[in-house]
């Protein structure tokens, strides 16, 4: 597997290249320093995964030069984020949008046992990506939507939803631009408010609320205590799960490997709207959430899966197919336009318990 490095730190590069010159299955190309190279080197040499900083000297930086790969020579993109502290983490969610497939934040100061935990998550999310699916793009400004067309499918029309109470989205790989795409899509104030559940690297939360507050919706990382309003956006912390108890939020410790669980959301979701919710199920790997959906229908929600041709990793969404979960598999454009029919309903009545 050929893979590039596009990084400006001597130091950095050395330390990546330690890791993964011992996996006789990674070969390293020659590193480069800056975005214009970044786009010369994988027009050359073809890599099977580009792992890339943001913050890149000569003119071209990591969201450019994303944006020009994905329009010339399409390969999966991982970032390496460093910005957790930083207004520039924003930019690191706009490199999603442009066409990169997930993020990786850089180490900071640490023992062995966060080295290994690093290398351990580097060499996983390296061997995963470098299959993931990625859609070429035309060259486009920022403000243009990324999220790649839908393919023609047999999937069922989107039907006039019936009024909903709170929307429920689960997503992890590759998701967040979906994810912001969608609360476009969905006229502002909602008339019910939105609860999002997004595997996250812990600290970018306050930075992907803030991002997704672009979409003209009111966001906020749930803090656990808050009662549901209609109209706002819920993000759901990176370290803990969410829960709906009693028209309020909580958040718990994980009692899974997957955090935060978009399981334990869609479950508690269930238990407490019923047939009044719906819920979305987007791009990522392994299978949380599937079972959550499950509950959701069978207590009467209308519950959505993402067709697995869009899906940068079909894995969530493909469990949550198999098993029966899904009431409809839509594509993107699909749940956009679920989302502004939702939209116009009107609001359910907020009453207590399942519906």
């Not at 330690?18 to 480069?32: A, K």
Request: proline share 9%.
């Amino acid at each position: 597997m050929k893979l590039l490095l596009v990084e400006d730190s001597r130091s950095v590069v050395a330390f990546l290249e330690q890791i993964l010159r011992r996996e006789p299955d990674l070969e390293l190309l020659p590193p480069v320093a800056n975005g214009r190279d970044a786009v010369v080197a994988v027009q050359r040499w073809s890599p099977q995964l580009v792992l890339m900083d943001l913050v890149l000297p000569g003119g071209m930086d990591g969201v450019e030069a994303i944006t020009e790969i994905m329009a010339t020579a399409p390969c999966p993109i991982v970032v390496l984020s460093g910005q957790l502290e930083t207004p520039g983490r924003d930019r690191t969610f706009e490199s999603l949008r442009a066409g990169a497939v997930d993020v990786l934040a850089k180490p900071t100061v640490g023992g062995l046992e966060a080295v290994k935990e690093f290398r351990e998550r580097l060499l996983r999310t390296v061997r995963v990506m470098a299959h993931a699916r990625v859609v070429g793009r035309r060259r486009m400004s920022l403000r243009t939507p990324a999220v790649a067309s839908p393919l023609p499918s047999q999937v069922a029309v989107v039907p006039e939803p019936k009024p909903c109470s709170l929307l429920a989205i689960g997503g992890s790989t590759g998701a967040p631009p979906l994810v912001f795409e969608l609360l476009k899509a969905l006229p502002a104030p909602a008339p019910f408010p939105v609860v999002v559940a997004q595997h996250i690297v812990r600290g970018f939360e306050p930075g992907f609320a803030r991002w997704l507050g672009g979409t003209g919706h009111r966001t906020m990382v749930a803090q656990g205590g808050e009662w549901l309003e209609p109209g706002v956006v819920y993000v759901s912390p990176a370290d803990r799960d969410l829960v709906v108890r009693g028209g309020k939020l909580q958040t718990q410790h994980s009692r899974g490997v997957a955090v935060p669980s978009v399981d334990v959301l869609f479950e508690s979701v269930a238990g407490f709207f019923g047939s009044r919710a719906v819920g979305l199920l987007l791009t990522g790997m392994g299978e949380d959430g599937a079972r959550g959906l499950l509950t959701m229908r069978q207590t009467g929600a209308l519950t959505v899966a993402q067709d697995g041709a869009s899906c940068v990793v079909d894995g969530m969404p493909g469990a949550a197919r198999a098993m029966g979960a899904a009431t409809q598999t839509l594509t993107p454009a699909e749940m956009s336009a679920l989302m502004a029919a939702l939209g116009r309903a009107p609001p359910s009545p907020s009453g207590r318990g399942p519906g």
